[in-house]
């Protein structure tokens, strides 16, 4: 077995490129948390009674926040499919 | 011209005593493998000091007694305290740590350095200590020549103990030998007189061989086989502890101003603690035999009451300085000032200095922080460009009163502030970032390249504010009361710009950091005004010339190129490298799809 196999089996072993994953996985699920929070007062914002100018602030911030929370959960559904495809990769194997 | 005659002089004196004694050149031979030992072990912690180092940093010394918990462990892992120093040093040049923390190293790094001491008086001299180098060289070795970077370490540092544990080796059996043919212990001298110049030997042993861990262990396996007396050795263990400051002073020649008064404090810290060990002699000899007796050390091994001793000296110096550490720190800043270079007119780097470059990841914070440096002068030179006050943008003020409030009656010069602050400064961060990537990983010289790009494009918004100022100051004024419209629009926006863009600087809620990037970015589409429409309303109805339409349509790609270029450099240098945001900041950002998607949700 050549030494860069051999590191390469040490890895899966040891779940090592996981524990990247599982940070950014980690990290998007507190800014998902935040971002929820937020779209909720900013929903709650834009009924109440307020100038024309501060509902237009408060849509263009709700926009942006839902694409973020959309491209927040895309990544996150990515990063699952990716564990679940390496899992089912092992089943298969052994 | 000393320089020159140094070298060869010390090479000539070296073999001339191989020549006349075989033992002089083993006991030579067991200091040089030792030294080289050190260098291995500097190589393997270096291959681990990559993105954590920061991290670990920032945690480990944010007290004093923290830092010097760091210092500590830091030298008794890597066994040398002026390699400890200089990384200190490099991490001050760096602007990662204080000077007071600092100093705060630097005395854990005094305390940590009692560690080798204790290896070489209750292990080293007891065992057959070479048995175990050889495996270590064996293993060392075979990982250094392996690729993955961690295994590269691992080996490095393998190969520098067993050459530590083989260098032990032969200064051991060296001295051992020599005992037979020449006693050195008869050139004892007692007294006052001996202590001075056993003090002033120990300090030029340690400044020849930049190491007072590699003096220490010399002298204890000479003290071992009894070839100098116990006093003699107190001494030299005093005057190593000065003369390992060289190191340090050496090494801050390259750093800042703050990395040469940690160099100073340094010097300063260790010259009295000698000063009052050499005074309480006789106490302190008192409280060595107390201490070990208590500990039950035979009264005879003088090499582990030497241990003793090195600690309690070194310890006694850190508590006799922790209450005036702040003392310490305003005396160096008052009496080691920035030379005239620093104070020129000509704004010069301030992170950036060859210090820094003994680590990629000091080189690395270094660089960034110059760019923020940089950003910093070129966010005011923008701001005033546009004729608006800096502290007006950082403040809540209505974004429409500030275009009212403006900075000047006249012009400023753009091109004097950017020679003045920019361009030197520019300069120096694209030099020193192709000296830093020659040491980088691929991973590392792409993240450096990023930072290059953004220096890019703080240069170039500040020349595409060249261009815009100049129309700016010609419609200010003018009647037609559209065209000013349109040019106050491009102020208040820019203004928004500059506004989010220090508040980024500022933050650290990651949530807060893209919203706010996010909104500049949707908010950098009002200066296409060809596609909103705005620039055929004016023409189609009349309310300006050709030559005013033709100024805006350039003006308005300044004014979105000043935007494209701020915000690609935020996404750079504000995106926090230990923060959650940096795992996810790359994904985050939004596309130009993205853009077009809530400019879309906006108008429903």
Redesign the interface.
């Known amino acids: 077995m050549g030494?860069?196999k051999f590191?390469e089996s040490v890895v899966e072993l040891l779940e090592l490129d996981e524990f990247e994953n599982s940070?950014?996985k980690?990290?998007?699920k507190?800014?998902l948390e935040?971002?929820k929070a937020?779209k909720e007062i900013l929903n709650k914002a834009v009924k109440k009674k307020i100038t024309k100018k501060e509902k237009?602030e408060l849509?263009?911030?709700l926009?942006?926040?839902?694409?973020?929370i959309k491209?927040?959960e895309k990544?996150l559904d990515e990063l699952n499919n990716k564990k679940e495809a390496k899992v089912s990769k092992k089943i298969k194997d052994n | 011209m000393l320089r020159k005659i140094f070298l060869p002089s010390i090479l000539l004196v070296l073999a001339y005593g191989f020549w006349i004694s075989p033992n002089f050149k083993e006991i030579s031979a067991g200091v040089a493998i030792f030294l080289f030992g050190m260098i291995a072990l500097e190589e393997g912690f270096k291959a681990f000091s990559g993105g954590m180092l920061e991290k670990i940093l920032k945690k480990s010394t944010d007290t004093l007694y923290k830092s010097i918990g760091f210092g500590f462990v830091a030298t008794a892992m890597m066994q040398s305290s002026s390699l400890v120093s200089v990384l200190t040093i490099s991490f001050i040049g760096a602007g990662l740590i204080g000077l007071a923390q600092g100093i705060g190293i630097i005395f854990g790094a005094n305390i940590g350095t009692t560690t080798g001491a204790w290896l070489m008086a209750g292990f080293g001299l007891k065992i057959h200590i070479a048995q175990y180098a050889m495996p270590m060289l064996v293993f060392g070795v075979v990982l250094i020549f392996?690729?993955?970077k961690s295994?590269k370490g691992i080996g490095y540092i393998l190969a520098g103990l067993g050459f530590l544990f083989l260098g032990i080796h032969y200064m051991k059996e060296g001295f051992e030998a020599f005992k037979d043919t020449i006693d050195l212990a008869s050139f004892a001298v007692p007294g006052f007189k001996g202590m001075m110049i056993f003090i002033g030997i120990g300090i030029l042993a340690t400044v020849i061989m930049q190491s007072s861990h590699a003096t220490i262990v010399l002298i204890l396996a000479a003290l071992a086989v009894n070839q100098i007396t116990y006093e003699n050795a107190i001494a030299l263990v005093i005057g190593a502890n000065i003369g390992t400051t060289i190191t340090a002073i050496i090494g801050s020649l390259s750093s800042n101003i703050d990395g040469k008064r940690l160099a100073g404090a340094h010097l300063i810290f260790n010259l009295i603690t000698a000063v009052i060990a050499v005074l309480i002699m006789d106490q302190m000899i008192s409280a060595v035999a107390f201490i070990s007796d208590h500990l039950g050390i035979a009264s005879d091994n003088h090499t582990l009451r030497l241990a003793v001793f090195d600690s309690l000296f070194k310890i006694m110096g850190v508590v006799v300085f922790i209450p005036f550490v702040d003392t310490l720190v305003s005396f160096l800043q008052k009496s080691i000032k920035p030379g005239k270079k620093e104070v020129e007119e000509f704004e010069g780097v301030k992170y950036l200095n060859d210090s820094v470059l003994e680590l990629p990841t000091t080189a690395m914070a270094a660089i960034i922080r110059e760019t923020r440096h940089l950003y910093t002068n070129a966010f005011e030179i923008i701001t005033h460009g546009l004729n608006l006050k800096r502290e007006n943008i950082v403040s809540d003020m209505p974004l429409e009163d500030i275009v009212k409030d403006p900075y000047s009656n006249t012009a400023i010069d753009i091109d004097t502030f950017y020679n003045h602050r920019i361009k030197g400064i520019y300069g120096e961060i694209i030099d020193f970032s192709t000296k830093a990537q020659s040491q980088m990983s691929p991973a590392n010289i792409e993240a450096l390249y990023a930072i290059k790009l953004a220096n890019r494009d703080i240069v170039e918004a500040i020349k595409d504010t060249k261009y815009l100022q100049k129309n700016l100051i010609k419609y200010d004024k003018n009647p037609n009361q559209y065209i000013k419209e349109q040019y106050d629009s491009i102020k208040i926006g820019l203004a928004e710009l500059l506004r989010n863009i220090d508040l980024i600087s500022k933050m650290t809620?990651?949530?807060e950091i893209?919203?706010l990037l996010?909104?500049a970015k949707?908010h950098m589409q009002q200066y296409d005004i060809l596609a909103n429409g705005t620039l055929d309303k004016l023409i189609r109805h009349d309310l300006i010339t050709n030559e005013m339409a033709t100024s805006l349509m350039n003006d308005s790609a300044y004014a979105y190129n000043i935007s494209k270029n701020f915000i690609a450099m935020a996404e750079v240098i504000f995106i926090d490298a230990t923060g959650?945001?940096k795992?996810?900041g790359e994904?985050?950002l939004?596309s130009d799809e993205?853009v077009d998607?809530?400019l879309n949700?906006?108008e429903t």
Do not use: C, P
């Open positions: 030494i860069k590191i940070g950014k980690k990290s998007l507190r800014l935040k971002l937020r237009k849509k263009e911030e926009a942006i926040v839902t694409v973020q491209k927040a990544i | 392996q690729k993955a295994l809620e990651e949530d893209i919203l996010s909104k949707v959650d945001i795992n996810i994904d985050m939004i993205d998607l809530i949700a906006k």
